[in-house]
């Protein structure tokens, strides 16, 4: 199975600051990696799918880069509505497999 | 805009089969992989498998001796069957479209299973 370790875990952050979260495979899985934002009680919502392509209705402040084993999310300027849990999931492979999920909180 | 909706009894006995069904409305099933994903109270997500309208499918290994999914294309439905259920198997179960690499995602709301006696 194709591991993808995600960091942080966790972080604090404040309304307009920049932040990123990184997932690194165990092994190369092109650019078949996306990101999805859940908040508590609801599904997962896909953000980003090809690692960097913007799912329609997703703001633009949500970027994603990288490709092979290192993947990175960015949100440019933190908003209220996205204090959530983030995952990536690599899909190269079988199993599907998600990172652990990085929970970004107010600071 | 395809909606997908689980179902399925909500409480299930420690070594019985837990059965959902996920009913896709809104476009056709033969459109789109799809796929079971669950989530433990509290925990991360856990990708259990996939199938295609063809019956083509694969599972997690960790799960592969005890699941099963199937699809009924004429009733637009696909289903999971999870046997031999222990408490571990507690956690909130979705439905999915498992086309990752297409523009199109789509999710159920969600519904919790819970395993105890």
């Known amino acids: 199975d194709i591991q993808m370790t995600q960091s942080p875990s966790s972080l604090s952050a404040s309304v307009g600051d920049r932040v990123t979260i990184t997932c690194r495979a165990s092994?190369?899985?092109?650019?078949?990696l996306g990101w999805y934002q859940q908040k508590p009680g609801k599904a997962p919502k896909r953000l980003l799918y090809?690692?960097?392509s913007l799912q329609s209705g997703v703001p633009s402040r949500f970027s994603g880069s990288g490709s092979g084993t290192e993947f990175t999310l960015t949100i440019s300027s933190l908003q209220p509505e996205d204090f959530a849990t983030y995952y990536c999931l690599q899909h190269n492979s079988y199993p599907r497999t998600f990172g652990q999920g990085t929970k970004v909180e107010i600071k | 805009q395809v909606q997908l909706q689980e179902s399925g009894p909500g409480l299930v006995k420690p070594s019985e089969t837990l059965s959902l069904t996920c009913t896709v409305s809104g476009g056709s099933i033969r459109s789109y992989y799809w796929s079971w994903i669950r989530q433990p109270p509290g925990k991360g997500l856990e990708w259990i498998g996939y199938i295609y309208y063809t019956g083509s499918t694969d599972y997690n290994p960790s799960l592969k001796s005890r699941v099963t999914i199937s699809i009924d294309t004429s009733k637009n439905q696909f289903s999971l069957k999870l046997s031999s259920v222990t408490a571990a198997d507690t956690a909130v179960y979705y439905c999915?479209?498992?086309?990752?690499?297409?523009?199109?995602?789509?999710w159920g709301q969600g519904t919790l299973v819970t395993v105890s006696p």
């Open positions: 999915a479209s498992g086309t990752y690499w297409g523009s199109d995602d789509f």
């Open positions: 092994q190369g899985i092109r650019n078949d």
């Open positions: 090809a690692a960097s």
